[in-house]
């Protein structure tokens, strides 16, 4: 006596059902990180900084955790692509933009909204810069500008840092320099570090672990502190990268990428 073949053999079909929601799963972390940027928003615009600006940093892990899963289920799809892009514009574009000029560019009046939308361009192009680089395989060990990511970390970090609103024309001129410092950034040329590939010399398994549980102890104990060092600590690490590779005879690294990698 034959046993009847099991569902989806023999037939031709085979259960493809439970793919369907591995599919969905990258997506659901997108959009997730979409609600944090709009979240963002809404709290900027009611003037609660405090709570607002956490939610950029939330917004940068779920867009971290993403992709991964996306290449660890292999599930990556053209769709996914575009979705996180327009997820990143609006959290990593629009609401840093809007965060900070609702806490202090909103004192420049023209100039200040100007700005912002300065920032949201430079945020957009960086991003669709981004998408050109992953395609062109250009060196993984860089990116080509500062990633948005990090750019509106630098933003969200300060606003932490200080959660009132800024009510005097030099505070607004500080703002200015906040907002438009990682907008050059990310447009220009200067080569950052990416630490997907980044090679700290740990020999041994545990010093990875351990120096994460360090991190975040203190982001639990002196958050503003320590997430506005790990910002601005990032924004000056091509200057701290070449004066350390100077120093050890290496004749200066090269800040900025080669022509054929400026797109």
């Known amino acids: 006596m034959t046993a ?19 599919y969905l799963l990258p997506s659901l972390f997108t959009i997730g990180n979409m609600f944090c940027g709009y979240a963002c928003i809404v709290y900027a615009m009611r003037g609660e900084f405090e709570l607002a600006a956490p939610f950029i940093g939330i917004a940068f892990i779920l ?3 993403d992709g991964r899963i996306a290449r660890l289920t292999n599930t990556t799809s053209a769709f996914g692509v575009e979705l996180d892009s327009l997820a990143d ?23 200040g909204w100007a700005a912002g939308f300065v920032y949201v361009s430079a945020a957009a192009m960086r ?13 993984k060990r860089y990116w080509v500008g500062m990633p948005s990511p990090a750019a509106a970390g630098v933003l969200a970090s300060t606003v932490y840092a200080w959660p009132y609103p800024l009510t005097a024309y030099h505070q607004g001129i500080a703002a200015l320099v906040v907002v ?14 990416s630490f997907k590939t980044i090679n700290f010399g740990w020999n041994l398994s545990w010093r990875g672990p351990f120096m994460f549980a360090l991190l975040i102890a203190f982001i639990a104990t ?16 091509p200057l701290i990268e070449a004066a350390i590779t100077r120093s050890r005879g290496g004749g200066g690294q090269r800040l900025e990428a080669p022509p054929e990698a400026s797109l």
């Not at 438009?180 to 570090?193: K, N």
């Open 180 to 193: 438009l410092t990682p907008a050059v950034l990310m447009v220009s040329t200067i080569r950052f570090r």
């Open 127 to 139: 991003l669709a810069r981004f998408n050109i680089q992953s395609v062109t395989q250009l060196d």
């Open 222 to 237: 002196q958050p503003r502190i320590t997430l506005i060092i790990l910002a601005y600590g990032y924004l000056i690490s």
């Open 89 to 111: 514009v609006i959290s990593f574009g629009l609401a840093p933009a809007l965060l900070t000029f609702a806490w202090g560019l909103s004192e420049m009046g023209k100039v």
């Open 4 to 22: 009847d073949p099991l569902p989806g053999r023999g037939t031709g079909v085979e259960p493809r059902r439970y793919r369907r929601g591995i």
């Open 63 to 65: 867009d971290s955790l």
